[in-house]
C-alpha cells in the first residue's frame, strides 16, 4: 500500500530538516537572536532621519539608565546607604557610571561662568541691562551686602557686574532635588524621608538580553540590603520595564506553551491510546524550528512577543497530523499512508487557506504582526510537510484503536443538533444569531493605545510615578523638533517657541522645559549685551562709591567687549551645559537642528497647536502617532480581512464551486461576527490585536468548514476532527488570553472566542459529493 | 556662601559633645529664648583697599527664627524661617527662590536651630577652647566640596556669640561681630507680626 514516492519522499524531507538544523545552528552561533525591544514591533511612523536620531538621543538615557532613589528617615542613614550601594553598583561591572554626589569641577564652572557673561545671561536680566542699567547696578550693590543672596562661584573681584551670579541663578530649576553641600549628594525630601539621588548608567542598553535582568537583579538584592537597615529604594528605568517584559514572556512562553503541549499530548493519548500517537507532536516540533528560522533570517532576530504569540502556533500545526490520524474512527484498518492520502487535498487546501489568513497579517504596517505571520506560516508550512512527508513513515505499521467515546460524543452532538433544527429551523436560527450579533456590536467599543502591548507591572509605574513626584522630574516622551538654517535662527526660533512654552507653564498645562536657549542667547543678543554694556560707565557710579576702583571696573569691561559671540558648540562644553547637550542635533543635510524637551506635560493637542505658525518647529509625539496608526490600521484590517476571504473564496471554488466556497467562506466570517458580538457582551474592548485575531479566525475556521463539508468518514468522524482540532488550538489560544499583556491576551480572547463559533457552525457547511466515495459507516 | 553666616551664628547653639564642652556651650547658647542685638558685617575683598562695612539689628527667636534688618548702606530686612528665605520689598515679604545649595544652607541652618548637631558636625571638624565666658570655636571643612569654598570658620563668644569670622578658599574673608546682644522673654509685637506673615 505504499508508494515508491512514499520511500523516497521521507528521505528527501529529512535532508531538508538537516539543512534547517543547520541554518539554524549557523543563526544561534552567537547566542539567542532574540530581541525585546518593544519599539521594533511598532511601525515607522517618522519617515524622517533627523526626527528618528532625535527620537534615539531621547531616549537614551532611558534606555541606558537607572534613575534609584534611596530613602530614609535619617538623612545620614540615607547617605551613608547611598554610598555603600554606589560602591557595590560600581563593582558588578554592569554600569559605565554610576553617580549619587555632584562632583563639581568648581574651576572649570568658573572659567564656563566667566566665558559666557554675554552669551549666557537670561532674558530678563538681559533686559534689565539695556532698559534699566541704573536698577542694574543697584541691585549689584545691593547684592554685595545681601548675606543671603547665595553662593557665588566666581569671586567679587572676578565680577565686579555680578553677571556670574545672575547667570548662575537663572539656571532653570532641576526638580525638587537640593545639594548636601557636606557630602555633595543631591537630596530630596518626602513622605517624611530623606531621598539621596543615585543615578547608573549602563555599558549596554535595555535590549541587550541579558543586562536588564542582571540589574533587576541586582536592584532586588540592594532592596533587600536596604530592607535590613529600613532603608527603601524606588527605582525607575527603561531597563526594568525590559526585564519585567522579559520575565514576563518567558513565563508566558513557559505557561502557554507548555500548557498547550501538555494538553495536547493529554488529548493524543486519550484518544488514540497509544503512546505512539505522541509522534503526531513531531510536525509541531519541525514548525516551529521552520519557523524561528524564518524569522531569523528575514528580520535578523525574532522578538520575543513572536514566541508568546507564535507558542498558539502549537495548537494549529498539531490539526494537520490530526487530520489523518482521526481518520482511524472510520478506516479500519488504519494505515498511515492511505490515510494521508485521502486526507492530502483538504490538509493542502487547509494549509493554503490558513497561510493566506496569516499572510494576511504580513501586509499591516505592524512589524509585530509581519513576523508572527512569518513564523506561522514558515511553521504551518513545516508543520505540514513533516506530516505529509514524514510522520506517515514514522507510523507506518501502526494500527490506531482510537477511543470510542469521543465518537459517541460527537454522534450526540450531531444529534442533539439535528432535535435542535428539527424544533427551529436554520433561517431563525441564524435570526436569532444576527440578533445576538447585533446586540453585541452596539456594546462594543474598541480601544488603541500602545501601552497595551505592554503588561507592565503596577510596582514599576508606582514608582516611577513616586519619582516623578519626589523628585520633581517628570520626563514626557514628546519633544519639540526645531530646524533652522543656522545656528543663530535655530534659537531665534526657540525663543518664540518659549515665549509660549512660558504661557502654557502659567497656565499649568506644563510643568517646564529645557532649551538650549536657556543656555546661551543667538547673536544678536549677545551683541546687544555688549552695546548695554559699554553704556555702563555712565551708571557705576554706586559701585565706585563702594570703593571699587574705576580701574578694576574699566579692566573688566574691557574683557567683557574683547569677549567672542559664543556659538553652541563651544557653550556646550563647560559643565553646567552638561543637560543641554543631548538637545543638541548639530548640522543637517539642510542646515542644523535641536530638540527642546518637555517636561511634566498633560495636553500634547495644545503644544501641537503651538507649533501651527512656527516654521521649522515640530512636535514629535511618538506614542500619539502610533495610537494614531493603530486606529487607522484597525480601516486596513478590516480590508485585509476581506481580501483574504476573496483569496480563500477564489480557491475555494476549484474544489466546491461557487455556491460550496461562498458557504464554507460565510461561515467563519459569521464566527468572526459572533466574536466580535461576545467582547461587547463581555465589557471587552476591540483592539487591533483583536482584529488582527479574527483576522486569522476566518483562516482556521475555514479549515473546520472544509472539514465538514469533505465529511470523510462521516458526518460525526468529521466532526470528531474538527472537535479535535478546534480543542487543540483552543488550548493554545485559549491560554494566550490568560496573558498579562492586555494586546496579546485581547488577541487571545478574540481568536478562541471565534474558534468556538467556527466550531459551532461548521455542520451547516453543507455537504461535498465526493467522485470517489469512501465514507465507511461508522463504527 | 554667605548665608552660612547666619547659621553659623548660631552654630554655637549646637550640642557638640568635646571637653569644655560642646555640650555646655549649646545649652548655653540655647538658653534665651530672644536675642536683640546690632551687627557690623565687614566684607574684606582682596581687590578693594578697604572692607565693604554694613551694619544693622537683628532678632533671633528660638521658636519663629532670625530677623536680619540691614541698615546701612542701604536698607532691606531679611527673614530667615523654616520655610525659607524671604525678603521684604516694599511692605511684603517676599520668599526668595530656593536655589540648590541656599536651600541646603537653610537647612543646615534650620538644623542648628533645632539643636540638630549632626549637620554641623558631619562637615565639619569642631575645635572648641576657653572658658564659658570667653571661647572659641573653629570649624574646619571636611568635605571636599565644602573645601572649595571654605578655609576655616571661627566663631568667638562669652554668654552669647560675638563675632564669626569666615575664611573663603579664594582669599577672601568676612567678618561679623555681635554687639549689645541682650535676651529678652518675648518678642515685641511688630516682630511677631513680622515671623507672621
Not at chain 2, 540648590?100 to 565639619?124: I, K, P, T
Request: aromatic share 6%; hydrophobic share 50%.
Amino acid at each position: 500500500m505504499t508508494l515508491p514516492s512514499e520511500h523516497r519522499l521521507p528521505r528527501l524531507f529529512l535532508i531538508l530538516l538537516l539543512a534547517v538544523l543547520a541554518l539554524a545552528g549557523w543563526q544561534w552561533r552567537n547566542g539567542a537572536p532574540l530581541s525585546a525591544n518593544l519599539m521594533e514591533l511598532v511601525p515607522g511612523t517618522a519617515p524622517d532621519a533627523l526626527e528618528l536620531i532625535a527620537e534615539q538621543r531621547m531616549q537614551e538615557p532611558l534606555n541606558r539608565e537607572v534613575l534609584l532613589l534611596v530613602g530614609h528617615t535619617e538623612r545620614q542613614q540615607a547617605i551613608t546607604l547611598a554610598q555603600t550601594l554606589g560602591e557595590q553598583w560600581q563593582a558588578s561591572g554592569l554600569f559605565d557610571k554610576v553617580q549619587w554626589t555632584l562632583q563639581a569641577d568648581l574651576p572649570a564652572l568658573r572659567t564656563q561662568l566667566l566665558e559666557g557673561r554675554l552669551a549666557m545671561l537670561s532674558a530678563a536680566d538681559r533686559q534689565q541691562l539695556i532698559d534699566q542699567p541704573q536698577a542694574f547696578i543697584q541691585q549689584r550693590v545691593q547684592a554685595l551686602f545681601d548675606p543671603f543672596s547665595g553662593f557665588s562661584l566666581v569671586p567679587s573681584q572676578d565680577d565686579w557686574l555680578g553677571l556670574t551670579g545672575r547667570i548662575q541663578n537663572s539656571q532653570p530649576q532641576r526638580g525638587a532635588i537640593q545639594l548636601d553641600v557636606g557630602s555633595g549628594a543631591l537630596i530630596a525630601e518626602a513622605d517624611g524621608k530623606h531621598w539621596v539621588l543615585l543615578r547608573a548608567r549602563t555599558h549596554g542598553n535595555a535590549f541587550d538580553m541579558d543586562l536588564p535582568l542582571q540589574v533587576a537583579d541586582l536592584l532586588q538584592r540592594s532592596r533587600a540590603q536596604a530592607g535590613q537597615t529600613q532603608g527603601q529604594l524606588l527605582a525607575a528605568s527603561g531597563l526594568l520595564y525590559a526585564a519585567s517584559g522579559q520575565q514576563q514572556a518567558s513565563r508566558e512562553i513557559t505557561w502557554v506553551g507548555g500548557g498547550a503541549t501538555i494538553g495536547i499530548l493529554l488529548l493524543l493519548l486519550l484518544a488514540f491510546r497509544r503512546l505512539r500517537a505522541w509522534l503526531a507532536f513531531v510536525p509541531v516540533l519541525v514548525g516551529i524550528l521552520f519557523g524561528a528560522v524564518a524569522c531569523v533570517a528575514l528580520f535578523g532576530r525574532m522578538h520575543v512577543m513572536t514566541l508568546v504569540l507564535g507558542s498558539s502556533l502549537i495548537g494549529v500545526a498539531v490539526d494537520y497530523p490530526l487530520h489523518y490520524l482521526s481518520k482511524s474512527w472510520s478506516l479500519k484498518p488504519w494505515r498511515s499512508w492511505s490515510a494521508l492520502r485521502l486526507t492530502l487535498p483538504g490538509l493542502s487546501l487547509s494549509l493554503a487557506t490558513t497561510c493566506i489568513g496569516y499572510l494576511a497579517l504580513a501586509w499591516t504596517p505592524f512589524p509585530a504582526l509581519t513576523q508572527i505571520a512569518i513564523f506561522s506560516a514558515a511553521g504551518l508550512i513545516g508543520a505540514y510537510l513533516t506530516a505529509v512527508c514524514l510522520l506517515p513513515a514514522l507510523l507506518k505499521g501502526v494500527d490506531l484503536h482510537p477511543a470510542q467515546w469521543p465518537l459517541r460524543l460527537c454522534e450526540h452532538l450531531l444529534r442533539a443538533r439535528e432535535a435542535l433544527l428539527a424544533r427551529v429551523r436554520t433561517p431563525v436560527l441564524l435570526g436569532l444569531l444576527l440578533i445576538f450579533c447585533a446586540g453585541g456590536l452596539w456594546q462594543l467599543t474598541t480601544k488603541n493605545d500602545i501601552r497595551q502591548w505592554i503588561g507592565t507591572p503596577e510596582q514599576l509605574t508606582d514608582e516611577a510615578q513616586a519619582i516623578a513626584r519626589i523628585t520633581g522630574f517628570q520626563p514626557t516622551s514628546q519633544f519639540f523638533l526645531i530646524r533652522a538654517d543656522n545656528q543663530s535662527h535655530l534659537l531665534e526660533r526657540q525663543t518664540v517657541l518659549n515665549e509660549r512654552l512660558e504661557q502654557l507653564i502659567a497656565l499649568k498645562k506644563l510643568e517646564g522645559y529645557l532649551s538650549l536657549n536657556q543656555l546661551l542667547s543667538p547673536p544678536a543678543e549677545q551683541q546687544k549685551v555688549r552695546e548695554a554694556l559699554a553704556r555702563l560707565p555712565a551708571f557705576w557710579q554706586p559701585l565706585l562709591d563702594l570703593g571699587v576702583p574705576v580701574n578694576a571696573l574699566q579692566t573688566e569691561l574691557a574683557q567683557l567687549q574683547a569677549l567672542p559671540v559664543t556659538d553652541i558648540d563651544t557653550a556646550l562644553t563647560g559643565p553646567l551645559a552638561e543637560p543641554y547637550r543631548t538637545l543638541w542635533l548639530g548640522p543637517t543635510t539642510d542646515g542644523v537642528a535641536a530638540v527642546v524637551s518637555l517636561q511634566g506635560l498633560n495636553d500634547a493637542a495644545l503644544l501641537r497647536v503651538q507649533t501651527l505658525d512656527l516654521p521649522g518647529v515640530q512636535l514629535v509625539d511618538r506614542l500619539g502617532d502610533l495610537n494614531r496608526v493603530f486606529a487607522a490600521t484597525q480601516v486596513s484590517a478590516a480590508e485585509l480581512k476581506l481580501a483574504s476571504c476573496v483569496l480563500i473564496l477564489l480557491l475555494l471554488t476549484w474544489p466546491f464551486g461557487v455556491g460550496g466556497a461562498l458557504r464554507v467562506v460565510a461561515l467563519p466570517l459569521l464566527a468572526a461576527l459572533c466574536s466580535l458580538a461576545s467582547l461587547g457582551w463581555l465589557g471587552q474592548p476591540l483592539t487591533l490585536f483583536g482584529l488582527f485575531g479574527l483576522l486569522l479566525v476566518t483562516a482556521i475556521g475555514v479549515d473546520y468548514a472544509i472539514l465538514m463539508r469533505e465529511q470523510i468518514g462521516g458526518a460525526a468522524v468529521s466532526l470528531l476532527g474538527t472537535l479535535l482540532a478546534a480543542v487543540t488550538t483552543w488550548l493554545s489560544f485559549g491560554l494566550l488570553a490568560v496573558s498579562s499583556t492586555p494586546a496579546v491576551s485581547n488577541f487571545g480572547l478574540a481568536v478562541s472566542l471565534g474558534l468556538a463559533f467556527s466550531f459551532m457552525l461548521a455542520p451547516w457547511a453543507g455537504h461535498q459529493a465526493h467522485a470517489t466515495a469512501v465514507t465507511e459507516p461508522a463504527q | 556662601m554667605k548665608r552660612l553666616f547666619i547659621w553659623l551664628l548660631l552654630g554655637g547653639l549646637s550640642p557638640l559633645a568635646q571637653a569644655f564642652d560642646l555640650q555646655q556651650l549649646s545649652e548655653q547658647l540655647a538658653r534665651p529664648d530672644v536675642i536683640h542685638g546690632q551687627f557690623i558685617q565687614e566684607k574684606h575683598l582682596r581687590a578693594l583697599p578697604q572692607p565693604l562695612t554694613s551694619k544693622g539689628r537683628f532678632v533671633l527667636a528660638k521658636n519663629h527664627g532670625l530677623l536680619w534688618l540691614l541698615q546701612t548702606p542701604l536698607q532691606q530686612d531679611y527673614r530667615i524661617t523654616p520655610q525659607g528665605i524671604a525678603r521684604r520689598d516694599g511692605g511684603t515679604w517676599q520668599t526668595l527662590p530656593n536655589k540648590s545649595a541656599g536651600a541646603e544652607q537653610n537647612r543646615l541652618f534650620l538644623a542648628v536651630l533645632q539643636g540638630d548637631s549632626s549637620g554641623l558636625q558631619r562637615d565639619f571638624d569642631l575645635n572648641l577652647s576657653g572658658q564659658p565666658q570667653q571661647w572659641k570655636l573653629t570649624l574646619t571643612p571636611r568635605s571636599v566640596l565644602l573645601k572649595q569654598i571654605f578655609k576655616q570658620i571661627n566663631i568667638d563668644g562669652g554668654e552669647l556669640v560675638q563675632r564669626i569670622e569666615l575664611l573663603e578658599t579664594q582669599g577672601d574673608r568676612t567678618v561679623l561681630r555681635m554687639q549689645d546682644s541682650t535676651h529678652t522673654k518675648a518678642l515685641s509685637e511688630a516682630e511677631q507680626h513680622d515671623f507672621a506673615e
